[in-house]
């Protein structure tokens, strides 16, 4: 049997709550025994005042790397981004231990482990948004969330026992929150939103420029 969680504890590295993610994880370790293929742990500091959440592990990026971003296409303009407006100490992601450091930040996804075809059900984005919730809750006043597509946004809003309809996910789109806690949105940062011009690099920076302006006040 998996362990549980303890109180408060925001990740369960060994969770099996999806069977269906459980069994595609040890079909692809088969497969790529070398890979993380486990859940994915979030990455930064505990009580950060930017939190960005984004969709679920990438095949060959953060499921093999076992750091969110890490190592596909989706983490190359995050990274940067992040680095730019200083929240980052390098504008690279490559592996865990390769020395990067988030500063005042906090990466995590809304399915920590990865779905075929880059899909989660909703029932799967539902049982791991417990996780989600205990990660919200430790954010301090004033921290800004960041929703990597429409997929996270709406975790983000379950987490919160928010209604979704009061809270539409646009590009850009802004939601002041209880808590002092602001939610901006973005497309997600994928290869298909930057190879399409959806998501261009100015459009993203923008957003991250925004987070910026509201934690410094």
Do not use: W
């Not at 679920?56 to 093999?64: I, L, Q, V």
């Not at 500063?103 to 920590?112: E, F, L, Y």
């Not at 996780?131 to 919160?160: D, M, N, W």
């Amino acid at each position: 049997m998996p362990r549980k969680p303890k109180p408060g504890e925001p990740f369960d590295p060994s969770c099996r709550l999806c069977p269906r993610l459980a069994g595609f994880l040890d079909n692809v370790y088969r497969q790529f025994p070398s890979y993380h293929c486990r859940p994915v742990a979030p990455f930064g500091v505990l009580r950060p005042r930017l939190f960005v959440v984004g969709l679920a592990p990438g095949m060959h990026g953060a499921n093999r790397t076992g750091r969110p971003f890490t190592g596909d296409h989706a983490g190359i303009l995050l990274y940067r981004t992040l680095h730019r407006m200083g929240f980052a100490s390098r504008a690279e992601s490559v592996a865990r231990g390769d020395g990067l450091k988030l500063v005042d930040c906090r990466i995590s996804n809304a399915v920590k482990c990865l779905p075929p075809g880059n899909r989660p059900l909703p029932d799967e984005v539902r049982r791991c948004n417990r996780y989600l919730a205990r990660e919200l809750a430790a954010l301090p006043p004033g921290a800004v969330i960041v929703a990597l597509g429409a997929v996270a946004h709406g975790a983000v809003l379950r987490a919160l026992s928010l209604q979704a309809g009061a809270h539409r996910f646009a590009h850009g789109a802004e939601y002041a929150l209880a808590g002092r806690l602001t939610l901006l949105d973005s497309y997600h940062c994928s290869r298909l939103n930057t190879s399409t011009g959806r998501l261009t690099p100015a459009m993203f920076a923008r957003i991250f420029a925004r987070a910026r302006h509201l934690i410094d006040g």
